[in-house]
């Protein structure tokens, strides 16, 4: 009997290809020095964590839970503050017991977070006046201040983005396993909150449904696991390859690579290019990962998405995250949806309605209206309906703090208004209220 074993997979073709959006380094030979730093780090993640998501996820594609995926734009060093972290998780958790609850579905809750610090740029360039500088990519590659020293593209940051990136995961884990994220807490999160908005007195009445729901589950002897701690991954946009790399392991389980920076990768709209070195990349890891789908994909470029990332139809292991603008989604999307479900392809279809959404206010200030947002969510649920498919998800830009960096909501931000509280280091957020707002929005819609 002849034993074939198939070759290991090329873990470095992709730096034959064309990779979009690097950064240039302004000392290359300080990234090999970097990068080899990081190859002799322990791992963030691990692998086993990265096959019970793609389980859930797998889940997802059958149509028996939801996805909610979100965080910053752009997370920080600065912004990894323990409050910080905690306000994120917090505003998450809410909107999860709000999807689950009001919703009825069990919800997939991955953090855009211990991570994200890597922006692909619509120019590489910023001018301010008569100073031109290089754009800020993420506190991985520059700092946003606006002087050339901290606009240098300083490899030495991405050992940082790694050390940051523990040190918010070790937070998530404790928020998520050692108490906090109990059930029992759902009013505890909300104390600092309901008396300053209505998103937080609506969702102190489902909370109050939850506790009584509970009481009776345990005056009859229920009190499950699940009510104590919640299941909760990372993810960001794998963007810069050489950090992606480093960190990419064979798992001695089973002898597959898996990229430990996170749990769930993502390929960006700007870099999803079929023969590109970010598709090569991701193809061969074995985490769960996404593609995001902007308004000119076509359904060849989604099916040949899936030839290359998940040729063996894995359920789970493939997520497109839509971004297409609310006035675009009921015009692009059924035919994407229509062509990859007749092709048989496990798929998690996820809706970002951020990107698609972005617009100037005359001060200058990047902005979303949240009207757009919830238009897009509800073009996206409008077509899988139509179609028998399911809305798997959303995928948000969101923070925990009370930032005044997309328009509309309950308290009626005004373009006028975006000064006031305008701290994304790249694309605007909903705030805590807009995101609950958001929650109790995605529940009818799904229930509907
Ligand atoms: O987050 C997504 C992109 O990095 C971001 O929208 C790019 O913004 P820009 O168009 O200002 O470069
Ligand atoms: C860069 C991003 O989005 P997209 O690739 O969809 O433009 C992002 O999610 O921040
Ligand atoms: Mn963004």
Redesign the pocket.
Known sequence: MSTQSTPPPDLDAWRKLTALQQPEWADPAELDAVTAELAAQPPLVFAGECDQLKERLGAVTRGEAFVLQGGD??ETFEGSSADAVRNKIKTLLQMAVVLTYAGRVPVVKIGRMAGQFA?????PTETRGDVTLP?YRGDMVNGLEFTPESRRNDAKRLLRAYFSAATTLNLTRAFTKGGYADLRQVHAWNQDFVAASPAGRRYDLLAAEIDRAMAFMKACGIEPEEFSEVDFFSSHEALLLDYERALTRIDARTGDPYDVSAHYLWI?E?TRQIDGAHVEFLRHIKNPIGVKLGPTTTADDALALIDKLNPEGEPGRLSFITRMGAGKIREVLPELVEKVTRSGAPIAWICDPM?GN?FEAPSGH?TRHLNDVVDEVAGFFEVHRALGTHPGGVHL?FTGDDVTECVGGAHEIAESDLHERYETA??PRLNRQQSLDLAFMVAEMYRG
């Open positions: 734009c752009a922006k692909p740029r619509s120019k754009a960006g700007r990107h972005t990047k830009e790249c694309d």
